[in-house]
């Protein structure tokens, strides 16, 4: 570790996996309601369930770019954070705020109460205090960042990441807009979620992919940076327009559905670039990194990434499909791709880079840890075709021959099982992963080894051969 303040990084990273564990056994949970529909129904019921799974998503992959903003920033800018302390202040709000949304929701609290209750928007039902907590972060994070790239070394990784994580921060500021009128309060809310994940997270991705890959690679970082403005110039001429998909079917003007299937449609082309980024970049290496776990879980997240969020998105982009499609499992299983591969690889891959380096020891539990990304991964991808074949009988079922959404649910109930077992698969995958980047490699001693030590340490031994 080249700087001290890195290691405010290692607390981001232990408050994003504890609550990544969190998540994912709230999707579990959530996935067991779909095949026993009454579990927890007067307790938890399944809309607050649903709630915690996706806001602790959103909530631990943020907080995992802050950490990797503070572990990269100081090598880029060659100087330390501006200020530690407001690092540290910064993840207390956030814990804060995260906990009153946590309590809010299960206990149903304040409902109606537009400064303490929830919201009726989906993934933005956080109170307002809660938002605005989110805010203050934000802009403490900003500050601090931005001044040490100020005061240090420009390049264009730290240049994207924090044109990245602004706009991350500006475009939230609309989820304090909510309009009366429906259309318009969905035209910006799709500023919020579109534009987060199909705008400026991308370039947050690309700018922490490549990083990885002059770390791992050695490949000069000329060729990075050329390579980084490919993909951030195509992610933005896609991804802004490319939001028009999602303005089909609430009472916007006709030519949005094809400004929104044109660019929806050339979105694959950023995760194709990232992609190809990633395979050239190893090609093109000359180095032999020890860390082989960061450079799988950085491959995975290029090669996932591009078929969840480029293939999976494409395949009901266009409006002729999405007017069948939309709603059904079919977004399910390319939601749930798309995040895993783009943003819960991407973190994965700093965590697994950037731990061994922050504890002061050599790569370890890289076994551990590579098994841990094929049976995540696996069960990801299980979980995708599985969703992807129930969404497509339901579109038929339901859209086409015009059945009942219950008996429709009763037709899926096949899928729906084994969508529960991808998802013990991945949650296996998830504390593996944790077992392996925070308990130290055991040393196995091999019978044999405790008495060749002693004879190679004496003397009268070594004088003998």
């Known amino acids: 570790m080249k700087y001290e303040s890195q290691k405010i990084a290692l607390a981001y990273f ?162 304090f807009y909510n309009p009366g009128n429906l259309a318009l309060d969905k035209q910006y809310w799709w500023y919020v979620v579109h534009l987060w994940v199909e705008g400026v997270w991308e370039l947050i991705m690309a700018a922490i992919l490549a990083y990885l890959m002059l770390k791992l690679t050695g490949v000069d970082r000329e060729v990075v940076e050329k390579w980084l403005y490919v993909i951030v110039a195509t992610a933005l001429f896609s991804g802004i327009l490319g939001t028009g998909h999602h303005y089909y079917w609430i009472g916007m003007p006709g030519y949005w559905q094809w400004i929104g299937s044109i660019f929806s449609s050339l979105e694959i082309v950023p995760f194709f670039a990232m992609m190809a980024f990633a395979f050239v970049m190893v090609w093109k290496g000359r180095r032999d990194h020890p860390n082989k776990a960061a450079l799988l879980w950085s491959l995975g997240c290029a090669t996932l990434a591009f078929f969840g969020a480029g293939i999976w998105g494409f395949l009901h982009t266009l409006h002729g499909v999405n007017y069948y499609t939309h709603g059904t499992q079919i977004t399910a299983a390319h939601g749930h791709l798309a995040f895993y591969g783009a943003y819960v690889c991407l973190n994965l891959a700093i965590f697994t880079y950037a731990m061994p380096i922050l504890k002061n020891r050599d790569p370890y539990n890289q076994v551990l840890n590579m098994g841990a990304f094929w049976l995540m991964s696996g069960g990801m991808a299980f979980m995708t075709f599985v969703l992807t074949f129930a969404g497509t009988v339901q579109t038929h079922m339901q859209r086409v021959e015009g059945d009942y959404y219950m008996d429709v649910q009763d037709a899926l109930a096949l899928f729906y099982w084994m969508r529960f077992g991808s998802g013990v698969a991945v949650v296996l995958g998830v504390f593996m992963f944790l077992y392996a980047i925070w308990m130290p490699r055991r040393e196995v001693v091999r019978p044999g080894r405790l008495e060749r030590n002693r004879l190679k340490n004496d003397p009268d031994h070594v004088a003998a051969e």
Request: proline share 4%; net charge neutral; aromatic share 12%.
């Open 14 to 175: 232990a408050v994003a996996m504890g609550l990544f564990a969190i998540q994912v056994l709230g999707g579990l949970l959530a996935g067991w309601i779909y095949v026993s529909p009454n579990t927890l129904s007067e307790l938890v019921p399944f809309n607050i369930v649903r709630m915690l799974h996706t806001n602790a998503l959103i909530v631990w992959l943020i907080t995992g770019f802050f950490g990797a903003a503070y572990f990269l920033v100081p090598e880029e800018a060659e100087r330390e954070i501006h200020s530690p302390l407001l690092a540290y202040i910064q993840l207390a709000i956030l814990v804060v705020g995260t906990l009153g949304v946590v309590v809010t929701y299960l206990f149903q609290l304040f409902p109606g109460n537009y400064l303490l209750g929830t919201q009726g928007r989906e993934f933005l039902e956080q109170p307002t205090w809660v938002k605005a907590g989110i805010v203050v972060a934000a802009l403490i994070f900003l500050y601090n960042v931005t001044m040490t790239v100020l005061k240090g070394k420009k390049t264009a990784i730290s240049n994207i990441l924090l044109l990245g994580l602004w706009g991350l921060a500006l475009l939230f500021l609309f989820a």
